[in-house]
């Protein structure tokens, strides 16, 4: 898996929008980058995957530039709930045996919204 | 939305008895897994189980722990001996059969975890 690199902490207001950037320098053809999102004494929730591009959904868009070495999670106008800590993982099953693998967390990024 | 179920959510156990941790996965999932993490750390894998085997396990799943399908729905993690170390959040998660798309870690769910304190 490649090693990715996020800031440790970040700090926001409500109705903010707020952009988490994750770096992957060693991204390789077959992966693909997802983020998760975690409470407090709670299991990691899966947020977006993206392979290229932008990808959007109900929760937040995933902007990844043409060579891929970083992508970037933006919330937009976030809420005081959405304080969380915010994963982004780089992988992919096809050269690991298929959907069996381990997940790989790293530290993430402890995102606080303040009124 | 579907869940996955873990119970109990809290135990708390002596150093040395024998705990088993129980997960209710996603109905139509294949793939199972636990993962735990200790207070202020990172979320660490420990084991992923398909087709009622161990596919891939880490370092940490050593000889003290094990898992078992006991039949269609649950998924159990047992520590037969706890350790003080063994102290943690214990989650179980479950995802779909995604072999051969490339999308390592999409469709995961995970439970809301098992605080287990051994003292």
């Known amino acids: 898996l490649a090693k990715t690199t996020q800031p440790i902490s970040m700090d926001s207001y409500e109705g903010q929008e707020v952009n988490i950037t994750c770096s992957h320098n060693?991204?390789?053809?077959?992966?693909?980058i997802t983020w998760y999102q975690q409470f407090p004494s709670q299991g990691p929730r899966f947020i977006i995957q993206?392979?290229?591009t932008k990808v959007t959904n109900e929760v937040a868009s995933l902007f990844i530039p043409a060579d891929r070495k970083s992508s970037t999670l933006s919330l937009p106008r976030v809420s005081l709930s959405d304080t969380a800590v915010y994963y982004c993982?780089?992988?992919?099953?096809?050269?690991?045996?298929?959907?069996?693998?381990?997940?790989?967390f790293g530290k993430g990024t402890h995102l606080i919204i303040q009124p | 939305e579907p869940e996955v179920t873990q119970t109990p959510s809290h135990q708390v156990t002596q150093m040395g008895q024998e705990v088993i941790l129980r997960c209710v996965p996603i109905?139509?999932?294949?793939?199972f897994y636990w993962y735990r993490q200790i207070l202020g750390q990172k979320v660490e894998f420990l084991v992923s189980?398909?087709?009622?085997?161990?596919?891939?396990k880490s370092e940490i799943f050593d000889d003290q722990f094990s898992v078992e399908r006991p039949d269609g729905s649950n998924f159990t993690l047992k520590i037969r001996s706890t350790k003080l170390e063994d102290s943690a959040m214990y989650f179980c998660?479950?995802?779909?059969?995604?072999?051969?798309?490339?999308?390592?870690?999409?469709?995961?769910?995970f439970g809301s975890g098992t605080r287990l304190t051994v003292v």
């Open positions: 998660a479950s995802s779909e059969a995604l072999r051969g798309m490339g999308r390592l870690g999409y469709g995961y769910t």
């Open positions: 060693n991204i390789a053809t077959n992966d693909y």
């Open positions: 993206g392979y290229k």
């Open positions: 993982l780089v992988g992919d099953i096809l050269n690991s045996g298929g959907g069996a693998d381990g997940l790989t």
């Open positions: 109905s139509n999932h294949l793939y």
């Open positions: 189980f398909y087709n009622n085997e161990i596919s891939e």
